[in-house]
């Protein structure tokens, strides 16, 4: 309960082919209780589950251009229960992210860095 867990790539593909332009694919996604971040070849997409049933969700897309910065706030760089916090451009406030002990915010935080540095 609460923790971050990978995804099958092909149940997401199937699910987010909508929403993905042509050449667009997923390489990786997680789920963390409701929410999701899928990361694209080209953007990230949080999805946010809202209400009781879930029923309402809202997809964030980010591209990764538009990350000015991000940021991972712990104990310490092996201590997992971490607050990860996206900031855009043209935004003052950054989108936060809870991550309690087992998530995986190592492997979120490199995925982000990977896109975010070779740009």
């Known amino acids: 309960m609460g923790h971050a867990s990978e995804v099958s790539l092909d149940a997401i593909a199937k699910e987010f082919q909508p929403l993905m332009i042509e050449g667009e694919f997923v390489e990786k996604a997680f789920k963390l209780i409701r929410d999701m971040f ?8 949080l999805v946010n589950k809202q209400g009781i ?14 990350i000015r910065k991000f940021s991972k706030e712990s104990a310490g760089i092996m201590d997992l229960e971490a607050d990860l916090r996206i900031w855009i451009k043209g935004e003052e406030l950054p989108i936060k992210k809870e991550f309690k002990r087992g998530d995986s915010i190592n492997e979120v935080y490199q995925i982000l860095s990977k896109h975010i540095l070779k740009l």
């Open 38 to 45: 899928i990361f694209t070849n080209k953007r990230l997409i």
């Open 53 to 66: 049933t879930g029923s309402k969700i809202d997809y964030l897309t980010v591209p990764y251009t538009s």
